[in-house]
């Protein structure tokens, strides 16, 4: 019988898989808290509990505590970037941004990615699997630990494609959000996506008030299928239905990210075309500089570029900030640390 992953059941299935063992209810609360509130690492480290029902949750439980397997520390403004193992092996990044308002952590939803987008060091050895909302958590309860100060804000941007993991995403930020654990704001969340349809509209219907974040790249369908082959299979205007249908459903603005990338996407006839694609729209866009990666030939424009392009943009009533790039010196595009450390291990064994 496979063990039950108790970090990964909310107070109420807590309180009847412990009622099944034959314990009180208020026992679920207690673990629940050490779980999710002091973020143990493992059953014996549970005080109030007591000694037989350790024993029992040590037989029938797994508690997953993921294992800090290296972290950079960024000189210029204290970003921190976390490679951890999992259970069984495998590994994933995530990263510690420090802001005014706050820690906001940036996860992986799944062990690499099967969405291809071109510019993207995630996606180059295809998806492995999906983590569990356990997993998920983790990452920040490892890194709330490490700092000792309290993480507000959670972003979805790490390795994976997160509407690709959909139950396990909408469990993880029940219990990210839950007022019995760390209680993090809905409104402190985004989940950023490639554009698949389909779940972007399931999870409108669900009416978070987490902020949906859409990578759009590109203004027109032809460019857009050039840099993500999801765009083969939605198309630019049934994505931008969907956004709209966000917003309808949540009252939450959506953002859109577009990555600048020289001479592809970052034309004046670009600004204009994504100015016109969302007029009307209550959204913010966030340009981000592409981060380049040695397998493809992918540039950022120049600084001035990049100004041009967000000041076209404002001229026409848009709302446009160009992200902050964290941790400039220890980047590498986002997934590197994670791709470097594979491949290390892989050239050791075959060494
Ligand atoms: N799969 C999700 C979330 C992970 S990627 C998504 O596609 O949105 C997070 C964001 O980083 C996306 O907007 C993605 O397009 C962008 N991104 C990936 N690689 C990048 C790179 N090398 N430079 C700039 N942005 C990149």
Known sequence: MDKTDIKALNLQELTSFLTELGEKGFRAKQIYQWLHVRQVQSFCEMTNIPKALIQKLEEQCVLTALKIEAVQVSKQDGTRKYLFALADGNVIESVLMRYKHGNSVCISSQVGCRMGCRFCASTLDGLVRGLTPSEMLDQIYRIGCDIGERISNVVVMGTGEPLDNFDNLLRFIELLCDENGLHISQRNVTVSTCGIVPRMRELA???????????????????????????????????????????????????????????????????????????????????????????????????????????????????????????????????????????????????
């Open 205 to 351: 219907d669900r009416k978070l008030q987490i902020t949906l974040a859409l990578s759009l790249h590109a203004a027109s369908q032809e460019k857009r299928q050039g840099l993500m082959p999801v765009a083969n299979r939605y198309a630019l205007p049934e994505v931008m239905e969907a956004c709209r249908y966000y917003f309808a459903q949540t009252g939450r603005r959506v953002t859109f990210e577009y990555s600048l990338v020289a001479g592809v996407n970052d034309t004046a006839e670009d600004a204009e075309g994504l100015s016109a694609l969302v007029a009307g729209m209550n959204c913010h866009i966030n340009l981000i500089p592409v981060n380049p990666i040695s397998e493809r030939k992918y540039r950022q424009p120049d600084g001035r570029a990049v100004v041009e392009f967000k000041n076209k943009l404002e001229k026409n009533g848009r709302n446009v900030t160009i992200r902050r790039e964290m941790g400039r010196d220890i980047d590498g595009a986002c997934g590197q640390l994670r791709k470097r450390y594979v491949r290390n291990l892989q050239e050791r064994e075959e060494g």
